[in-house]
Nanobody
Framework: QVELVESGGGLVQPGGSLRLSCTAS????????MGWYRQAPGKQRELVAM???????NYADSVKGRFTISRDNAKNTVYLQMNSLKPEDTAVYYC?????????????WGQGTRVTVSS
């Protein structure tokens, strides 16, 4: 059993910043990629940013230059630093991790944390 717990969402004004955190716990042998997705009302879930075990990163075009993903492998934690936030960044943000448990790789999701960008 693996659990992802997110924190750091909230209400922020346009141009502001937030930092999301997600920690994985449970029967973890290793973690491959970790990432953040978001889902705005009436829209499909989309990739925001992803980071591999070797710290290679990938970002959605809409957040490049504003968001930074990082991870602390010792803590099984991934972070998303969000700067210059825009109203269109408003969404529920979900943490994702591909986790090896013994010989199997499984995909896990957090419960989501809401980010609202509004004046």
């Amino acid at each position: 059993q693996v659990e992802l717990v997110e924190s750091g969402g909230g209400l922020v004004q346009p141009g502001g910043s937030l930092r999301l955190s997600c920690t994985a716990s449970g029967s973890i042998s290793s973690i491959n990629s970790m990432g953040w997705y978001r889902q705005a009302p009436g829209k499909q879930r989309e990739l925001v940013a992803m980071i591999t075990s070797s710290s290679s990163t990938n970002y959605a075009d809409s957040v490049k230059g504003r968001f930074t993903i990082s991870r602390d492998n010792a803590k099984n934690t991934v972070y998303l630093q969000m700067n210059s936030l825009k109203p269109e960044d408003t969404a529920v943000y979900y943490c994702n991790a591909v986790v090896r448990v013994l010989i199997n790789y499984n995909n896990y999701w957090g419960q989501g944390t809401r980010v609202t960008v509004s004046s």
